[in-house]
């Protein structure tokens, strides 16, 4: 924050006093986000549906329900044939900790509670809680080095302190049921409330000129970055030096008539 105060004291002024921490820093917010920075999942849904949204409803529901019901079961299979405690990159995450844990010297204070030393920070672990001083055990909800070291001490199983959510179980659960396509439309069973309900249209504002916009708007802050043009040839993607087109764009290369 120091760093961003000294670059862009507006910036640093707006994310202290207006937004607060809460919202954009993992370790002020009051919830449980374990690894997850992102809230906008809204997004990576509507990417997916790029080429689709325009669909008709029954239609898209049809893409959405094929592409949810190929992921569940992608992931079932997956989840089923891991073999260590926990997920694969939470285990990939745990593995180097380890290595980093040995030779720490290990103070047992209380039945629950250890002071680690060694390395760059040491750490008060409390193996019941679940909870270190450096904070990271806390909210990742994942044994950091100094809680590593202290069930070594403690002869419990650092695998027990990690958060369940993380282990291979809870996966296979989390994609444990099938999604089953709806079916025919002429095989719904809808009730006679829904269907003599009447939905009127939304009301049709006049449209512009012009192709309609199919992108959308790029919120503040946000950047997307621009397609090369080639100077060459005239399309986008790449530029003159790696054209391999055998005829250039004779734009801007046509004579002009002077007049004498």
């Given at each position: 924050?120091?760093e961003?105060?000294?670059?862009?004291?507006?910036?640093?002024?707006?994310l202290?006093?207006?937004?607060g921490?809460?919202?954009?820093?993992r370790?002020?917010?009051?919830?449980l986000?374990?690894?997850?920075t992102?809230?906008?999942?809204?997004?990576?849904?509507?990417?997916?549906?790029?080429?689709?949204?325009?669909?008709?409803?029954?239609?898209?529901?049809?893409?959405?329900?094929?592409k949810?019901?190929?992921?569940?079961?992608?992931?079932?299979?997956?989840?089923?044939?891991?073999?260590?405690?926990?997920?694969?990159s939470?285990?990939?995450?745990?593995?180097?900790?380890?290595?980093?844990s040995?030779?720490?010297?290990?103070?047992?204070?209380?039945?629950?509670t250890?002071?680690?030393?060694?390395?760059?920070?040491?750490?008060?672990?409390?193996?019941?809680n679940?909870t270190?001083?450096?904070?990271?055990?806390?909210?990742?909800?994942?044994?950091c080095?100094?809680?590593?070291?202290?069930?070594?001490?403690?002869?419990?199983s650092v695998y027990?302190?990690?958060?369940?959510?993380?282990?291979?179980e809870?996966?296979?659960?989390?994609?444990?049921?099938?999604?089953?396509?709806?079916g025919?439309?002429s095989?719904?069973?809808?009730?006679?409330?829904?269907?003599?309900?009447?939905?009127?249209?939304?009301e049709?504002k006049e449209?512009?000129?012009?192709?309609?916009?199919?992108?959308?708007?790029?919120?503040?802050?946000?950047?997307?970055?621009?397609?090369?043009r080639?100077?060459?040839?005239?399309?986008?993607?790449?530029?003159?030096?790696?054209?391999?087109?055998?005829?250039?764009?004779?734009?801007?290369?046509?004579?002009?008539?002077?007049?004498?």
């Open positions: 924050m120091t961003i105060s000294h670059r862009y004291p507006r910036v640093a002024e707006y202290e006093n207006e937004v921490f809460e919202k954009w820093s370790c002020h917010y009051p919830g986000r374990y690894n997850i992102t809230t906008n999942m809204v997004e990576s849904l509507n990417s997916m549906l790029v080429n689709t949204r325009d669909f008709p409803y029954v239609a898209l529901l049809d893409v959405i329900q094929e949810m019901s190929k992921w569940w079961n992608d992931r079932r299979i997956v989840a089923m044939a891991i073999t260590a405690p926990l997920t694969p939470r285990e990939s995450e745990f593995r180097p900790r380890f290595a980093q040995n030779g720490r010297h290990t103070l047992q204070l209380n039945p629950v250890y002071h680690v030393k060694g390395g760059e920070l040491e750490g008060v672990v409390d193996i019941f679940k270190c001083t450096c904070k990271e055990f806390d909210i990742d909800k994942l044994p080095v100094h809680a590593i070291a202290a069930a070594h001490h403690a002869q419990v027990s302190l990690a958060s369940p959510y993380y282990t291979k809870y996966y296979v659960l989390a994609y444990g049921e099938t999604i089953y396509p709806v025919s439309q095989q719904w069973d809808v009730p006679n409330e829904v269907a003599t309900r009447v939905v009127l249209p939304r049709v449209r512009k000129r012009g192709r309609p916009k199919t992108s959308r708007f790029p919120s503040v802050g946000e950047f997307r970055k621009r397609k090369n080639c100077g060459k040839c005239g399309a986008y993607g790449h530029y003159k030096k790696k054209c391999n087109s055998q005829t250039g764009s004779t734009e801007g290369n046509q004579p002009t008539d002077v007049p004498v």
